[in-house]
């Protein structure tokens, strides 16, 4: 749970917010969205690392 600190504003300001590892991506969306209700005008994420998507069995047929 994230949520913007009292007396600090990000209204109409970029935000960028930099995480070390992403794996499943659902902190950052978490922090990302705080960021905007607080105001934020554009919010990028970058990291470091990610980990690889998983791979689906193959359709056949």
């Not at 070390?20 to 902190?27: N, Q, W």
């Not at 970058?46 to 998507?53: D, E, F, N, S």
Request: avoid cysteine.
């Amino acid at each position: 749970m994230f949520f913007a600190l009292p007396g600090q504003t990000v209204r109409g300001k970029s935000v960028i917010l930099v995480d070390d590892v992403i794996t499943t991506g659902a902190t950052a969306s978490d922090a990302v969205r705080a960021l905007r209700e607080a105001g934020a005008a554009r919010v990028y994420v970058l990291a470091l690392a990610r980990t690889p998507a998983k791979s689906r069995p193959p359709k056949w047929g």
